[in-house]
């Protein structure tokens, strides 16, 4: 079993930045990816960044390259998601997911454990 925790969201201006951290505990060890994901009001879940933990080789949506970066923390098993330029769109519920096998970086069904989410509302 994982647990993992977000913290970090807020209210922000657009234009600002937040740093989302997603800490894990647990049978953290054989996870191969840990990915964020963002749901806003009435939409889907859709991806937004994800790293894996051998190599730490990335992966991001196109609405978000060149604003966001994923990194990790070993040691303290925690993933981050540093969110600059943000902008209204960005307006979300984000999750952090872990996935235990390689499969479709950006497919939510492709992990196995979650996070509560975390609020993040940019203003315009």
């Known amino acids: 079993q994982v647990q993992l925790v977000e913290s970090g969201g807020g209210l922000v201006q657009a234009g600002g930045s937040l740093r989302l951290s997603c800490a894990a505990s647990?049978?953290?060890?054989?996870?191969?990816?840990t990915g964020w994901f963002r749901q806003a009001p009435g939409k889907e879940r859709e991806f937004v960044a994800a790293i894996r933990w051998s190599g730490g080789s990335t992966n991001y949506a196109d609405s978000v390259k060149g604003r966001f970066t994923i990194s990790r923390d070993n040691a303290k098993n925690t993933v981050y998601l540093q969110m600059n330029s943000l902008k209204p769109e960005d307006t979300a519920v984000y999750y952090c997911?872990?996935?235990?096998?390689?499969?479709?970086?950006?497919?939510?069904?492709?992990?196995?454990?979650w996070g509560q989410g975390t609020q993040v509302t940019v203003s315009s």
């Open positions: 997911a872990g996935s235990w096998y390689r499969g479709r970086i950006g497919v939510p069904d492709d992990y196995d454990y």
């Open positions: 647990g049978r953290t060890f054989s996870t191969y990816a």
